[in-house]
């Protein structure tokens, strides 16, 4: 089963979300604001994509941040504690494929999995 992680008002997510029902892909939709995030994937989700990728420095949030909180982000284990208390620094959606982990939404690349 394919597992779209994110925050539902997410316009990235929403569109995530619309394309995998318009292709008739089955997925469940795991809420970061209401089930948390889940602390066991992060470091798996760090692995497949680097953190980099997983932490987004572009977003309000990361902005919101004063030096310190994101100084703290300069290493994967720092990184990691930032998701857990801002899950909003995680770039979105987080998906579980089958056989793999993507960040973001990118039709073209996902039909090609299809």
């Known amino acids: 089963m394919i597992i779209v992680y994110g925050i539902p008002n997410c316009d990235t997510v929403k569109k995530a979300r619309a394309w995998l029902t318009g292709h008739g892909v089955a997925h469940e939709f795991h809420d970061f604001k209401k089930q948390g995030v889940p602390g066991e994937k992060l470091p798996a989700w760090g692995q497949a994509v680097g953190w980099d990728k997983l932490l987004n420095r572009q977003g309000t949030?990361?902005?919101?941040?004063?030096?310190?909180?994101?100084?703290?982000?300069?290493?994967?284990?720092?990184?990691?504690?930032?998701?857990?208390?801002?899950?909003?620094?995680?770039?979105?959606?987080?998906?579980?494929?089958?056989?793999?982990i993507t960040v973001g939404f990118d039709a073209k690349s996902w039909a090609e999995q299809l």
Do not use: C, F, H
């Open 61 to 100: 949030t990361w902005r919101k941040l004063d030096a310190a909180a994101q100084a703290s982000a300069a290493d994967a284990a720092g990184a990691q504690a930032l998701m857990l208390a801002n899950p909003s620094v995680i770039k979105r959606p987080v998906v579980e494929w089958a056989n793999r």
